[in-house]
DNA sequence: GTGAAAGCGCTAACAA
DNA sequence: TTGTTAGCGCTTTCAC
């Protein structure tokens, strides 16, 4: 049997009670009982269970995080941002994992956290359907995207997409690029592409320059790499560009390497800007100008809010938006 | 107030003990009235309390891991693969983060997985010290690292990394290099850096080739991008170099860059391959021949290991090797 | 400054 | 098949 804090008593010579307020420096008591009994507990090797102690007393300090593993993860700077802020702020966060697309994994890992009494739940750029959101919010849980927008009734705080769209494709144009492609994302998929997309559009428009629809690759959809590469093709044969707005580094460096595949080297036919502003954009030849994202910021900022909602549950659904910035590299020389 | 186990039983005229059983599915009960209580607990939104559970059974399921943040995460595939294998075999993993270098950090995280009682504990990459796998070890939990040897007094299962190193370097010979650099791990610092270095000179002294010490360039000795593209200044002044071994992916393509950067373009004037085979060899330009390890699998024999060494934990240090396999790329012409 | 005691929500004998 | 009961290890009033 492992050593419990009744053990501990006894050694002491003392009540559970004393012990308990002198591990958990709670209450009062005369500091040289407290250094004896410190000094049992350390001799014992004891632990505290936590089970028990969560049990007993009602409040809950822990976090829960449900994250994708990814090759390229800009998720690991949110975790970091998050496991900073958690650790300033005394919650200690459970990280789990689910796939994207899969709901089932992603219900069945909610469920396991709510048994775990977190206080809040925090996806990060997974987007779980309005059933496990409304499942998390009846167990008295607060669920929060982060790291994406989300446009389900759930809050999100995440970089603004419409306006990240919208600066990466002024810059383009401010560049002197005119005929500008949109790689990636799909408008008609998800909210982050949305609304990208809508910022994009929205920037075309203002400079005067009549949007055309073969100027749109989705590929996939999911922002990756693989699109990057195809779009190259597709564009070579159905449209005459000379830029591209990736919306991710994967997809920018895709469309790098694509035009290297074809040309042999690049040549800086099209201006880039991808988004997100990952290491990628440094270790790339030529390296990628970017709307970069402060994903630690977001990590901080969504814990902060977590832990804010314990006292003050938001009623309405609440959209934060963190600052982000332009980096420009190589890959818009102008023209 | 949540709701408890007694609420269902009280609604359904049942004992705690009976709703227990049929919400365990454990000892015997009738399906009319197994029904008719999940359908209770159902419609009241009843989640287990999964501290009262633990407290009050006393074999424990879950698994703790212990991962750091990494912008290109070979870990990714690496729990994938615990994610997956722990699915199977039943057990659940919280994940808790910690930073390498920062042993007070990743004893605080151990310590909240030990108040947590897991019944195991991994080290992704991250190596703790002694006195953390001690204080483990005498909670009474198993303590294992993953994908990476260890000097210490702990399991673990990885790739062989003596292995990889001969094998690097003897496909850089047998393509006709002889002069081989030996890049980014620092042979004095980490087994793994020690490993793989013994096996390069083994390769070497196979081939009867006299290794020279200005072959080695350590950087920072941490298979860093950084050291990669530090690697080429050095070698440009100190050896005449036809080949390098880097010990990551990252510096490798360090190198790759630091030779654009230098020449203008890539000439295959070295020949490289690297250690890892994460994507970032099929994404470079030129593509990364690569000693690729097996991540996923690394990640599931981890698990199958620990969840193994709850009823039978193994008396002396444990080394398993997870086969890797060689996979050649644009870097390796020949000469 | 310390102790007694109730109880957190659940599981697991053991009875019935 | 179901109920009674005794904890699991801890926290937290409330007395002393």
Same mark, same amino acid.
């Given at each position: ?18 012990? !308990?307020?002198?591990?958990?420096? +709670?209450?009062?008591? !005369? ?20 089970? $028990? ?5 009602? +409040? ?8 994708? #593993?990814? /090759? ?12 900073? %802020? $958690? ?11 689910? /796939? ?14 709510? /048994? ?11 987007? #779980? ?21 989300? $446009? ?16 990466? +494709?002024? +810059? ?47 590929? &996939? ?28 580094? &994967? ?34 030849? #030529? @390296? ?16 902060? /809010? ?5 006292? &003050?549950?938001?009623?309405?659904? @609440? ?10 590299? %190589?890959?818009? #020389?102008?023209?």
């Amino acid at each position: 049997m492992r050593v419990t804090i009744e053990d501990i008593a006894k050694q002491a010579g003392l009540s559970v009670a004393s012990v !308990s307020r002198i591990l958990n420096n +709670t209450g009062r008591f !005369s500091q040289a009982t407290a250094k004896r009994v410190r000094a049992i507990a350390a001799d014992l090797g004891y632990y505290k269970n936590r089970s $028990a102690a969560d049990l007993a007393r009602h +409040t809950q300090t822990t976090l829960g995080v449900i994250n994708y #593993p990814a /090759e390229t993860d800009s998720n690991f700077h949110v975790i970091r941002g998050i496991t900073e %802020e $958690a650790r300033q702020s005394g919650v200690d966060v459970l990280i789990m994992i689910a /796939e994207r697309d899969d709901q089932a994994t992603i219900q069945k890992v909610a469920q396991d956290l709510i /048994e775990r009494r977190v206080f809040g739940i925090l996806f990060l750029s997974l987007h #779980p359907d309005q059933a496990i959101i409304d499942l998390i919010k009846r167990a008295g849980i607060y669920p929060q995207e982060v790291a994406s927008t989300y $446009a389900l009734d759930m809050s999100y705080v995440s970089s603004n997409d419409y306006q990240m769209g919208q600066l990466a +494709t002024r +810059t383009l144009i401010e560049k002197g690029y005119t005929r500008i492609g949109f790689v990636g994302a799909d408008p008609a998929r998800d909210i982050v592409g949305t609304q990208r997309f809508a910022g994009y559009q929205a920037a075309l428009a203002a400079a005067g320059i009549t949007y055309r629809p073969e100027w749109l690759f989705v590929g &996939d959809g999911k922002y990756s790499y693989q699109s990057g590469l195809a779009a190259v093709a597709y564009y070579t044969e159905h449209a005459a560009l000379d830029a591209v707005f990736a919306t991710s580094d &994967d997809g920018a460096l895709g469309v790098i390497n694509g035009l290297i595949d074809r040309d042999g080297a690049f040549t800086h036919q099209w201006g880039i800007i991808s988004t997100d502003g990952s290491q990628i954009c440094e270790q790339s030849r #030529p @390296k990628i100008s970017s709307v970069t994202q402060d994903f630690n910021l977001i990590g901080r900022m969504a814990v902060a /809010e977590a832990v804010r909602a314990i006292d &003050d549950p938001p009623q309405a659904k @609440k959209q934060i938006d963190v600052p982000f910035k332009l980096e420009l590299r %190589e890959t818009t #020389p102008g023209k």
